[in-house]
């Protein structure tokens, strides 16, 4: 699977969109980027994933860039409750992929 | 539609003790996966279990550690004579034979602390 590069934390003011970054240059055609979450002590929870296209439900949006090489999640109103580590992992979507989490974005939602 | 059910919530055990971990995967979930996250660290793949059989256990410690996933009943996580350095929060998922828009779904953990 290929290699993902997050910046350690990020701070986002209560309402506004915040813009997590994911650097994924080696990925293959057939591999997915998949993005979760862990709110302090829970377990990880699934946000969004994709292919080539932007994708948008009700928790997020993702934007991949043309190349595939880098991709931004995207929470339109950011609240307290969305303070957490985000991960970016890239798998092939098949049965039994693993998922490798790397160190992951401390996102902060301030008041 | 309960999600991955994982008991006990916390576990406390002495050292040299065993410790059992269970995880019941989401219904119609037939794949499981134990991760486990030291603290202040990231969370590592531990083992990957179909029904009766181990698909991948590269992650898991060659001593003390196995874990099953019975044709009945759920995913149990061992771990023989714990020691200190087994305190950690261990989390399993699920996932379907193909996986679907939600990925892989995944427990509240259990929390080990050995005294």
């Known amino acids: 699977d290929a290699k993902t590069t997050q910046p350690t934390s990020m701070d986002c003011a209560e309402g506004r969109a915040a813009n997590l970054p994911c650097n994924h240059s080696t990925i293959s055609g057939n591999e997915y980027v998949y993005w979760y979450r862990q709110i302090h002590s829970q377990g990880p929870q699934y946000i969004i994933h994709?292919?080539?296209n932007n994708e948008t439900n009700e928790m997020a949006s993702l934007i991949i860039t043309e190349d595939r090489k880098s991709s931004t999640l995207i929470l339109p109103h950011a609240t307290l409750r969305d303070t957490a580590v985000y991960y970016c992992i890239v798998i092939k979507e098949t049965s039994g992929s693993r998922l490798t989490f790397g160190e992951g974005t401390q996102l902060t939602v301030n008041p | 539609n309960a999600g991955v059910m994982q008991n006990p919530r916390h576990l406390v055990r002495r050292r040299g003790q065993e410790a059992r971990l269970r995880c019941s995967p989401m219904?119609?979930?037939?794949?499981v996966y134990w991760y486990r996250q030291l603290p202040e660290e990231g969370l590592k793949f531990m083992v990957y279990l179909q029904k009766e059989n181990i698909i991948d256990e590269s992650g898991m410690p060659k001593e003390r550690f196995s874990a099953e996933f019975p044709k009945e009943g759920p995913s149990i996580l061992r771990i023989q004579q714990v020691v200190r350095g087994d305190s950690a929060a261990y989390f399993c998922?699920?996932?379907?034979?193909?996986?679907?828009?939600?990925?892989?779904?995944f427990g509240s953990g259990t929390g080990l602390t050995v005294v």
């Open positions: 219904k119609g979930h037939s794949h």
């Open positions: 998922a699920s996932s379907r034979e193909i996986t679907d828009n939600y990925g892989y779904t």
């Open positions: 994709g292919l080539k």
